[in-house]
C-alpha cells in the first residue's frame, strides 16, 4: 500500500451521519420509480417527485464524495473523475426513472446500483481496513468503470427504446 494511505485517519463519522440520509433517499427514489405513474397533474407531481428525491440523493452523495477526497485515501485521478462521473451518474439515474415512467422497469437497475456503488467507494477510501483489502487502483479502476458504464447506458437506452 501507498505511503499516503498509511496514515492514521479518524472514524468516517461524517460519512456514518450521511449514510442513513442517502438510505432513506434511495429507498424512496427506488419506490417512486418502482410505483406506477399516474396520468395529467398527478404525473407532473410523481416527476417532480423522482426530481427531487434524486437531487437530494446525488447532492447527498456528492457530500460524501467531497468527504471521500478530503481523506487523502482516494487515488488523484479518482477525484478527478467523480467531479465528472458522479454528477453525470445523477442524470443517468433520473433518466432512468423516466424509463420507469415509460414501463421499462428494468431501468430501474441504474439508480439502484449507481448510489450503493457511489457509497461504498466513498465509505472505501476512509476505512482502513477496507483499504487493506481491496488495493487503491483495481478498486479505483472497477468502481469508476462501473459507474461510467451504469452511467453511460441509460442515456443511449432511452434514446434507442
Known amino acids: ?25 434511495y429507498v424512496l427514489l427506488l419506490q417512486n420509480a418502482w410505483g406506477p405513474f399516474q396520468g395529467g397533474e398527478a404525473g407532473i407531481g410523481d416527476a417532480f417527485g423522482a426530481f427531487f428525491l434524486a437531487s437530494g440523493l446525488w447532492i447527498t452523495l456528492i457530500v460524501m464524495m467531497l468527504v471521500a477526497v478530503d481523506s487523502g485515501a482516494m487515488p488523484r485521478w479518482c477525484s478527478i473523475l467523480a467531479a465528472i462521473l458522479v454528477p453525470l451518474s ?27 456503488l457511489i457509497a461504498f467507494y466513498a465509505i472505501w477510501t476512509r ?19 462501473a459507474i ?14
Request: aromatic share 8%.
Open 1 to 25: 500500500m501507498d505511503a499516503r494511505y498509511q496514515r492514521t485517519r479518524s472514524a468516517p463519522i461524517g460519512l456514518f451521519l450521511l449514510l442513513p440520509i442517502a438510505g432513506l433517499l
Open 90 to 116: 445523477g442524470v443517468a439515474a433520473f433518466v432512468a426513472v423516466d424509463m420507469c415512467s415509460r414501463n421499462m422497469r428494468w431501468a430501474i437497475l441504474f439508480p439502484g446500483l449507481l448510489a450503493p
Open 148 to 161: 461510467l458504464l451504469l452511467s453511460i447506458a441509460p442515456l443511449l437506452l432511452a434514446n434507442w427504446l
Open 127 to 145: 476505512s482502513p481496513r477496507l483499504l487493506a483489502r481491496l488495493p487503491a487502483q483495481s478498486t479505483s479502476l472497477a468502481a469508476w468503470g
